[in-house]
């Protein structure tokens, strides 16, 4: 089985900075795209930023200029890079990425348990 563990979430100020950390573990030959993901109160999960293999990067709208995305593959782990945060940014932050765990195999997703950010003065 595969497992996405998140870190670096917590409580910013207007303005302020976080960087977000997923890092993928368990039975994994290779990892294809690996994206954020966020979820406000009452709201639907939205696409945050993705980036691919190749080190290809998409943005929403809402965040671009502002976030950043990246990749390690040797530690299989993707960050967000979050600047110039917002009220409107907080949300539960969740990492989504698509697995390879046999050769020839199918592209299988995982998402991680979420990790809350709280933009408050």
């Known amino acids: 089985q595969v497992q996405l563990v998140e870190s670096g979430g917590g409580l910013v100020q207007p303005g302020g900075s976080l960087r977000l950390s997923c890092a993928a573990s368990g039975s994994i030959v290779s990892i294809n795209a690996m994206d954020w993901y966020r979820q406000a109160p009452g709201k639907q999960r939205e696409l945050v930023a993705a980036i691919t293999s190749g080190g290809s990067t998409n943005y929403a709208d809402s965040v671009k200029g502002r976030f950043t995305i990246s990749r390690d593959n040797a530690k299989n782990t993707v960050y967000l890079q979050m600047n110039s945060l917002k009220p409107e940014d907080t949300a539960v932050y969740y990492c989504?990425?698509?697995?390879?765990?046999?050769?020839?195999?199918?592209?299988?997703?995982?998402w991680g348990q979420g990790t809350q950010v709280t933009v408050s003065s």
């Open positions: 989504n990425a698509g697995v390879i765990r046999s050769h020839w195999g199918p592209t299988l997703w995982y």
